[in-house]
T-cell receptor, first 108, second 122 residues
Framework: SYVLTQPPSVSVAPGTTARIPCGGD??????VHWYQQKPGQAPVVVIS???GRSSGIPERFSGSNSGNTATLTISRVEAGDEADYYC???????????FGGGTKLTVL | EVQLLESGGDLVQPGGSLRLSCAAS????????MTWVRQAPGKGLEWVSS????????YYADSVKGRFTISRDNSKNTLYLQMNSLRGEDTATYYC???????????????WGPGTRILVYS
């Protein structure tokens, strides 16, 4: 089965750039979606289909996808960006949706 | 305004059954794929099952295949998840999710309900 690998945690200072990687075999050939989940809340899609920013999501959020790594980039990080972030793809060989293990973003 | 509201969560013993429902409003329900995603306490997101707009095509995670059945009633704008032979590892919050279009899986999970909790205990 297809596996997506994310680091458990990423820590950055306010105002800097956070980059959250999502690794997978030839992930660049798949469409990647990113979800943000704050404590006690349901997830929210922030980036869809590699780089499409969802309605209401600040321009500070962007996505890229190439080779074996997709990346969620958050510029000018704010305290309110602290959350768990999950990448997700569709594995066409099994018709299964697959989530990464999630990355906890901490704003120092 | 798009709204999704799950119901049916409960405490249940191993081997028992539950049916979750998700009432949808604010969009043309039959034009979108719908999905169930679960999250065990303190854990990450796990895809459970998806169904296309027509209801004719369904997809399941290996962990629930043969035990869970996804269905939809487009006349009632309602999504269901029939859960049989429940196990302790099925304990989780279950989210009803709307896709951003009708597909077999490439759609993004665009809108999430607040979730409903299931606790399987002995």
């Amino acid at each position: 089965s297809y596996v997506l690998t994310q680091p458990p945690s990423v820590s950055v200072a306010p105002g800097t750039t956070a980059r959250i990687p999502c690794g997978g075999d030839n992930i660049g050939s798949k469409g990647v979606h990113w979800y943000q989940q704050k404590p006690g809340q349901a997830p929210v899609v922030v980036i869809s289909h590699d780089s499409g920013r969802s309605s209401g999501i600040p321009e500070r959020f962007s996505g890229s996808n190439s080779g074996n790594t997709a990346t969620l980039t958050i510029s000018r990080v704010e305290a309110g960006d602290e959350a768990d972030y999950y990448c997700q793809v569709w594995d066409y060989t099994t018709a299964h949706r697959v989530f990464g293990g999630g990355t906890k973003l901490t704003v120092l | 305004e798009v709204q999704l509201l799950e119901s049916g969560g409960d405490l249940v013993q191993p081997g028992g059954s539950l049916r979750l429902s998700c009432a949808a409003s604010g969009f043309n329900f039959n034009n979108y794929a719908m999905t169930w995603v679960r999250q065990a306490p303190g854990k990450g997101l796990e895809w459970v099952s998806s169904i296309r707009g027509s209801g004719l095509d369904t997809y399941y995670a290996d962990s629930v295949k043969g035990r869970f059945t996804i269905s939809r009633d487009n006349s009632k704008n309602t999504l269901y998840l029939q859960m049989n032979s429940l196990r302790g590892e099925d304990t989780a919050t279950y989210y009803c999710v709307k896709g951003d279009h009708d597909s077999n899986g490439i759609d993004a999970l665009e809108m999430w309900g607040p979730g409903t909790r299931i606790l399987v205990y002995s």
